[in-house]
């Protein structure tokens, strides 16, 4: 039996490969005497197994993933000119039998001989590079998190409120109050002079919350905790460096549109968002701005875009992306009878900044806040949540497939088009029950003489 540490792939030219260890590779009978062979994992026998497969003219290889380890086979059969597809392995994991690698790599060689295996999403290499630098500059961010509870730790066990009275230990004031502590400043009053002046508390209060009781060991690991959180700092910088050259990469052969930006939403950058011209890049890679549809922010279309990439023609319709998305209702139907219309569980990230959004839409008012609002009183938050976001799903499909600007319609219209289609529904019923339903009239004011 294969263990969940392996990999399977297979190609459509009757060959397949279980990777793990050692690759195991069947072909076609008919293509060489010796069908099956094994290749150890190191990169001059991946690169043997590549010449093995162009010699007995295989040209399509599709590939069962699970974790990390396909990669390096993947991008070395892909860069030798291979046709080269991702599985999901739970659509085949409930074969019976043929669970030796031998024979399950023969099985699997000719599912994908006759088309019976369906390709996975994987896009290109550019946006490849920039979801790797993403996914590794939201990990330094989780870890630079814990230290900022490490150093919420350490003042309060001296009784130093900080986090009472500003609201971000990060920020301007915060950190500056931080880092004198930690240089040997132990006056409150001296300390509570780095107030900013968009701080809410009075320099009275902050002064009253740093009377603490300043001792050596928490004093200690305070430091160690600030110096690993500039360290994490240090990285993301890195990493935003890294991701604006990613994506200079891809805007290198695009051309910046005619018609100029509207002016931003929101005039300040939403936390954690890379240093750089963010919005002005992804208007000359995309060609519209998808900072216009409610919810999202520049950092939240990077990171969809590095999920999704920028080319929408790998999913004909929108249906078919939401259901990718696992946001589109279930169609589990048997004899005429639907038995779940659940969505499907699902661990895509895309599907998850989707939802964050959705929740973040429901507190405005616009056209998707009252839709969400009217839905969680109708059907509960939780689907709710799933509605709105397969809607903010469309929009960013359609804006980026079809190149069109998104105008807010407000809630107000909204509102009008619900009562409207309420109104249409009780006339239909009204008919079909033998009566008319007329508009009652609106009371006039008597005149006053």
């Known amino acids: 039996m294969v263990s969940s540490t392996r990999k399977k792939t297979w190609s459509r030219n009757e060959n397949e490969l279980d990777i793990g260890d050692t690759h ?7 293509r060489d005497p010796n069908p099956v062979r094994r290749f150890q994992s190191f990169t001059t026998d991946l690169h043997d197994l590549s010449k093995w497969l162009h010699d007995v003219g295989v040209q399509s290889v599709a590939m069962e993933s699970t974790g990390v380890y396909w990669i390096p086979a993947f991008e070395i059969l892909e860069s030798d000119g291979f046709e080269v597809i991702l599985v999901n392995a739970r659509e085949v994991k409930q074969v019976p ?19 019976l295996l369906r390709a996975s999403f994987r896009p290109s290499e550019h946006i490849a590079t920039l979801r790797t630098c993403l996914r590794h500059r939201e990990r330094l961010i989780e870890y630079s998190a814990a230290h900022i ?8 066990q001296m009784n130093l409120q900080l986090h009472h009275v500003v609201s971000d230990i990060t ?10 502590i930690v ?6 009053a001296r300390l509570a002079t780095h107030r900013d002046i968009r701080c809410k508390e009075s320099e009275k209060t902050i002064t009253a919350a740093l009377t603490g009781n300043y001792r050596a ?15 994490y700092k240090g990285r993301i910088s890195d990493c935003d460096i890294q991701i604006e050259q990613a994506m200079a990469k891809l805007n290198q052969n695009k051309r910046s549109p005619d018609v100029s930006m509207s002016k931003p939403r929101n005039r300040t950058k939403t936390r954690h968002e890379p240093d750089f011209a963010l919005r002005a890049a992804l208007y000359t890679l995309t060609g519209v701005d998808l900072t216009q549809i409610t919810g999202f922010g520049p950092y939240t279309v990077l990171r969809l875009i590095a ?9 004909p319709t929108e249906k078919h992306f939401t259901s990718w998305l696992s946001l589109s209702p279930g169609n589990k139907v048997s004899g005429g009878k639907v038995l779940s219309g659940k969505t499907g569980r699902t661990k895509n990230r895309a599907t998850t900044l989707l939802r964050i959004a959705a929740v973040n839409v429901g507190k405005t008012e616009t056209a998707l806040g009252a839709f969400y609002r009217r839905s969680a009183g109708r059907v509960g938050k939780a689907k709710a949540v799933t509605a709105t976001a397969r809607k903010l799903a469309i929009l960013f499909y359609s804006l980026m497939k079809h190149g069109t600007s998104y105008i807010e319609p407000g809630a107000e219209y909204y509102e009008t088009q619900y009562r409207n289609r309420v109104v249409m529904n009780l006339k239909k019923r009204a008919k079909r029950l033998g009566y008319e339903l007329v508009a009652k009239p609106e009371p006039h004011c008597a005149e006053v003489s």
Not at 149 to 154: G, N, R, T, V, Y
Not at 222 to 230: F, H, N, W
């Open 149 to 156: 509870q490490h150093m919420q730790k350490a003042l309060m």
């Open 24 to 30: 195991v590779v069947a072909v076609s009978p008919d």
């Open 183 to 188: 240089n040997g400043e132990r006056d409150a």
């Open 97 to 115: 039998g043929r669970k030796t690698d031998y024979n399950d790599a023969q099985w699997l060689q000719k599912l994908h001989q006759f088309g």
């Open 217 to 231: 060991e928490h004093i200690f690991t305070l430091k160690q905790a600030v110096e690993l959180y500039d360290f």
């Open 307 to 315: 999920e999704c990439s920028d080319d929408m023609s790998k999913w």
């Open 171 to 180: 920020g301007a004031t915060g950190m500056k109050i931080i880092r004198d």
